[in-house]
């Protein structure tokens, strides 16, 4: 009996550890969810302004659909209590950056240009 009540308790620093982690992973991912929202609100706002040529309106559209994905499954899991990993939070962020930096892009005018080549010199 007592070896099974020191065991439990070396392993409570353990769990400890684990839980602590997981609170730091949920903040991080809240944090990540909130930047998105407003981050996607910009972007509404930006090409709601009509100020968006076609090219940089299709670059915010596709990187804020891609964004959603990650962004909904990490809402799922931290809504229903899951287990957290560093590589879901670190695919939404990436998801995030790519929406702020199409964002971004826009507002400063930037755009990608592509050249057609015709022949004809």
Avoid at 45 to 72: E, F, H, M, Q, R
Avoid at 79 to 91: M, V
Avoid at 107 to 118: H, N, R
Wanted: aromatic fraction near 2%.
């Amino acid at each position: 009996m007592m070896k099974k009540s020191i065991l439990a308790l070396a392993a409570l620093p353990l769990l400890a550890a684990c839980s602590g982690n997981q609170v730091t992973l949920r903040k991080a991912a809240l944090d990540t969810m909130s930047a998105y929202h407003l981050a996607d609100t910009g972007a509404q706002a930006y090409l709601s302004t009509g100020k968006a040529n076609d090219t940089v309106k299709a670059d915010i559209k596709t990187a804020s659909d891609a964004a959603l994905a990650p962004l909904t499954a990490l809402d799922t899991a931290v809504s229903s209590g899951d287990t957290l990993t560093n590589a879901e939070i670190a695919t939404a962020e990436s998801a995030l950056a790519s929406l702020q930096s199409a964002l971004a892009t826009g507002q400063t005018g930037a755009t990608t240009t592509t050249t057609t080549t015709t022949g004809a010199n």
